[in-house]
């Protein structure tokens, strides 16, 4: 059991801090650092027997624990310095100013003592390995870039001892994670073959160019160095939490009115910076920067105090009043963080910030808990949702028209058919809105382009909750205020909190944990920057519907023939009928990318057909199950969170997507008259009413002789869609849908 510890302190002369990619230092930059100073390129001349076995034995050890000091990024310094590219210029020295180039610098600044501890955990068994490694720390000359000196010191002890040293640092402290590193924002780490793998490159660096000859021609040739050996880990520096409660003097909760959330966050921010002050008069701009919000930077938003009000939500029917203060501090916030909690466990709101006295009245006082139940509901500790929706509305900087009810009651029908928004005006609003909302999650540290759907409105998202507007003051106009769902292409942990009031408890969003959506026919929307061309629309369908059979495994490895259509055997699960689901891949905005994918159950499309036993069930738990798709070219498609498909309802019909007829016309025979009389049949099988009239236009003879053309149906009373026919319905084809001289269009 490893009971011991391997512990590194490393501190560097300078409180800055030139690595790129990283930070805090990845163990793999260290372990580079030690095999540096070990050896200082001199592989063979010292041998390094037991040198590499100490380095080989680091290399099996877990990853280690890592406390630093807290750190922001600096202002970036551009140098132009000359690229080494001379023989463009003829060889010529003096033309050397030609050849200058950028070189952008931008060091981590640290806040406080620069010093860094790794600690890796080994069992007693290794002892002597460790102490190799612990008197080859004391070699550590440089750790990041040249320009970063540095010196380190190591020591063995108990693991308890090392974290003991570790909480007493004072900085955050960054811990491996179970979840898998990514190469682009985790971490490297050494792994077996580490070492062997600096020694071959460091060789190859050497003789990287080696003279050669062409003819009589002498040459210089270049072999590039391979690569090291390393492994990506991925390490949490999550932000502190502490849960406090709202209590009355009795030891009952003060429920605080959700729409005061912003009063709330206000009065309880400014009395602990007060508070705070007193104590620490030395860091009182600190204060104001880190905690109250003054002066603060872009370069800032990631280390200031958040104080997040927690409304009581989880059922339908909990009252939605703020029970709850959550107090969350940056890894890198400069300020004490035991002093940050001390000031506001206790804190009562009938405190005078001024003369510290209490006064009478019925203001609550911050309770410390450990009870994490409620902050859960909001994304604390898991392992992130995709869907989430607001409880308090956003702030964004996008402002809509509000209407006068009072003006257009006693306004006469002129005024009102001016004052009154245009569908276009309304639009436009939202665009705006929705724009910022993408701003907001940048401003967040999430990437826009993993939104895959916005939903605006001014009305909550749960049954007791408020609408936007109410919760307007003298700082936020209920013109900005809106509330919004958004789903995400992969899951995002909380809390989470968007919009320009993410600081006074505005734009908290809770997951929305609803259950599956119950519908038989839906609806997914294809992210934006990944929406592929309409001529991809049938490989896009083939790869929904392997995904959608994947999902339906049985567990004697089979398929569901729902949806695959197939019994045992290769053969279809029913001759001439269709009993499997509908999937059709569409371009509903006409921009040539395909932007939409329905899945339908069959007994939607075809009227004479009834659900048996489980078809139902197995449709509504398979389809809200799928979330990507892997297209070939088109690539891994994201698919926000199905939609019941709204129900169509018209006389007219006219084709989405062409219709194939289900059998080849005769030789000569009239192509027109040919697709109405099949269009005809497939209506009498799916067990819809005759057509009065039926319309064919621009048909067209594929590659392989097969017949397709555009269709219009006239019937005599309103047909509910949705309405797929003919040969390849199940894909989409022969897709109708209402057409604009006569509709009905009903939400169901």
């Known amino acids: 059991m490893a009971d011991r510890a391997l512990l590194i302190e490393v501190t560097l002369l300078d ?4 690595g790129v990619g990283d930070w805090p230092p990845a163990p793999w930059r260290l372990f580079q650092a030690l095999v540096a100073g070990a050896y200082g390129g001199r592989w063979a001349a010292e041998g390094g027997t037991d040198k590499d076995q100490a380095l080989q034995w680091l290399e099996t050890l877990h990853p280690p624990h890592i406390a630093t000091a807290p750190a922001f990024r600096g202002s970036e310094t551009v140098h132009y310095v000359p ?3 001379l023989d463009a210029k003829g060889g010529d020295p003096d033309r050397v100013a030609e050849l200058r180039v950028p070189k952008r610098v931008r060091p981590t600044l640290l806040d406080g003592e620069p010093r860094l501890l790794y600690a890796w955990a080994y069992d007693r068994a290794h002892e002597g390995l460790a102490r190799t490694v612990a008197d080859l720390a004391d070699r550590l000359h440089t750790l990041g870039r040249g320009i970063d000196p540095a010196f380190a010191r190591a020591e063995l002890l108990d693991w308890h001892e090392a974290e003991e040293r570790l909480r007493a640092h004072g900085g955050t402290i960054a811990r491996p994670s179970n979840r898998p590193g990514h190469p682009d924002r985790d971490p490297g780490c050494p792994e077996p073959g580490s070492l062997i793998s600096l020694k071959q490159r460091f060789t190859a660096t050497r003789r990287q160019y080696q003279p050669g000859k062409e003819g009589r021609t002498l040459t210089l040739n270049f072999t590039r160095p391979p690569k090291p050996a390393f492994r990506t880990v991925a390490y949490d520096r999550p932000p502190a939490h502490t849960l406090y409660e709202l209590r009355q003097e009795d030891g009952r909760f003060h429920p605080w009115p959700l729409w005061r959330a912003v009063e709330l966050t206000t009065r309880l921010r400014d009395l602990a910076a007060a508070v705070l002050t007193r104590r620490l008069p030395e860091r009182a701009a600190q204060i104001d920067r880190f905690l109250v919000g003054r002066e603060a930077g872009p370069a800032d938003k990631d280390r200031r105090v958040r104080l997040i009000p927690l409304p009581s939500i989880g059922t339908p029917h909990t009252d939605a009043s703020i029970r709850r203060l959550l107090l969350e501090i940056p890894p890198d916030c400069p300020l004490p963080r035991e002093e940050v909690v001390s000031v506001f466990s206790g804190l009562d709101l009938r405190l005078d910030p001024g003369t510290g006295e209490i006064a009478d009245g019925p203001e609550p006082t911050l309770v410390a808990s450990s009870d994490l139940g409620m902050a859960g509901q909001y994304g604390v500790g898991s392992a992130g949702e995709r869907h989430w929706h607001s409880i308090t509305p956003l702030a964004l900087p996008a402002t809509r028209r509000r209407l006068d009810p ?22 436009d609003e939202e665009d705006r809105a929705r724009a910022a909302v993408l701003e907001a999650c940048r401003h967040a540290g999430l990437a826009p382009r993993t939104v895959l759907s916005i939903r605006l409105q001014r009305e909550p998202f749960f049954v007791k909750g408020e ?8 700082r936020f106009s209920r013109h900005r205020l809106w509330h919004v769902a958004i789903s995400f292409a992969e899951p995002v942990a909380g809390p989470l909190l968007l919009g320009d009031g993410r600081w006074l408890g505005l734009g908290l969003m809770a997951p929305d944990t609803g259950a599956a959506v119950q519908a038989d026919a839906l609806s997914y929307g294809l992210s934006p920057d990944a929406r592929p061309p309409l001529a991809e629309r049938e490989a896009v369908t083939r790869a929904v ?10 567990p004697d490895g089979g398929v569901l023939p729902l949806f695959s259509g197939h019994l045992d055997g290769p053969g279809p699960a029913r001759p001439g009928e269709h009993r499997h689901v ?3 891949v569409l371009d509903t905005d006409g ?11 069959p007994w939607r499309v075809d009227r004479t057909y009834q659900p048996e036993g489980r078809d139902r069930g197995d449709f509504v738990r398979i389809t809200n199950q799928l979330r990507q798709v892997r297209a070939d070219a088109a690539g891994l498609l994201s698919l926000s969170p199905p939609q019941a498909l709204p129900a169509e309802r018209g006389r007219i019909w006219t084709s989405l997507t062409r219709y194939r007829p289900t059998r080849h016309p005769d030789t000569g025979a009239d192509k027109a008259a040919f697709i109405a009389d099949d269009v005809r049949r497939e209506l009498h099988r799916r067990g819809l009413p005759a057509p009065t009239a039926i319309e064919v236009s621009d048909s067209q003879v594929g590659p392989r002789k097969g017949l397709c053309a555009r269709v219009t149906l006239h019937f005599a009373q309103t047909v509910t869609g949705p309405v797929l026919l003919g040969r390849d319905a199940h894909r989409g084809g022969g897709r109708f849908r209402i057409d604009d001289r006569a509709h009905i269009i009903t939400k169901g």
């Open 545 to 554: 519907r392997a995904a959608l059979m994947s999902l339906a495994r049985t």
């Open 467 to 474: 609408g936007a507007e109410r919760f307007a003051d003298a």
């Open 406 to 427: 009072d003006r257009l009651r006693d306004a006469d029908e002129r005024v009102r058919a001016v004052e009154l928004k245009t569908g276009q005006e309304r639009q």
């Open 591 to 601: 921009d040539g990318r395909l932007d939409q994918v329905q899945v339908i159950a």
């Open 582 to 584: 509908y999937v059709a």
């Open 15 to 18: 409180a800055r801090y030139h």
């Open 83 to 85: 690229n080494n590219s």
